[in-house]
T-cell receptor, first 112, second 112 residues
Framework: GAGVSQSPRYKVTKRGQDVALRCDPI?????LYWYRQALGQGPEFLTY????????KSGLPNDRFSAERPEGSISTLTIQRTEQRDSAMYRC??????????FGPGTRLTVL | GENVEQHPSTLSVQEGDSAVIKCTYS??????FPWYKQELGKGPQLIID?????GEKKDQRIAVTLNKTAKHFSLHITETQPEDSAVYFC???????????FGTGTRLKVLA
């Protein structure tokens, strides 16, 4: 069956531009997570959705980062006014509840 | 703040030998500890997990042990095979939240 998909897989942008990263979770999964993963490191929690409700955004680094999941399915992570330090792999994961997360392939963001 | 320490960072074993990876956590109220395997170019994949009401769980060649007193949990892989080569991450579900804290990863190489 279809797993978690993310688009684009690679994104190169110039500093100061806004980017939107998309996550399409497994159908029917209630929970959706966003993570950032630096090279050689473990995933770093950014935010969590239960259906369309954003229940935890404590991991978002600053107010340039935002996320939404308006219909409880597809989610978008938006980074405004990108900076070089935002360059990383951004992964989303979905789960039937809050355990057994299924990770997507990630979006590699490079800010020049 | 909460963190999960993971050791070793790299581990090389001969095919057929056992591999052990250990993680230490700080919050004694933590009650769910998953392990993930990440292959090159892919997202992390859950391989085994354990809850705080049991001390050990096995699934074929993989086992996880939990020592709540010492606040550490370990992944054991027996009869290693070349396809076990990957980066392994431990994680902890932060109590009372939906937030997962990941370890820094262990790169396992199984030498044929």
């Amino acid at each position: 069956g279809a797993g978690v998909s993310q688009s684009p897989r690679y994104k190169v942008t110039k500093r100061g531009q806004d980017v939107a990263l998309r996550c399409d979770p497994i159908s029917g999964h209630v929970s959706l997570y966003w993570y950032r993963q630096a090279l050689g490191q473990g995933p770093e929690f950014l935010t969590y959705f239960n259906y369309e409700a954003q229940q935890d955004k404590s991991g978002l680094p600053n107010d340039r980062f935002s996320a939404e999941r308006p219909e409880g399915s597809i989610s978008t992570l938006t980074i405004q006014r990108t900076e070089q330090r935002d360059s990383a792999m951004y992964r989303c994961a979905s789960s039937p509840y809050t355990d057994t997360q299924y990770f997507g392939p990630g979006t590699r963001l490079t800010v020049l | 703040g909460e963190n999960v320490e993971q050791h070793p960072s790299t581990l090389s074993v001969q095919e057929g030998d056992s591999a052990v990876i250990k993680c230490t956590y700080s919050d004694s109220a933590s009650n769910y500890f998953p392990w993930y395997k990440q292959e090159l170019g892919k997202g992390p994949q859950l391989i085994i997990d354990i809850r705080s009401n049991v001390g050990e769980k096995k699934d074929q060649r993989i086992a996880v042990t939990l020592n709540k007193t010492a606040k550490h949990f370990s992944l054991h892989i027996t009869e290693t095979q070349p396809e076990d080569s990957a980066v392994y991450f431990c994680a902890q579900l932060s109590p009372g939240t939906y937030k997962y804290i990941f370890g820094t990863g262990t790169r396992l190489k199984v030498l044929a």
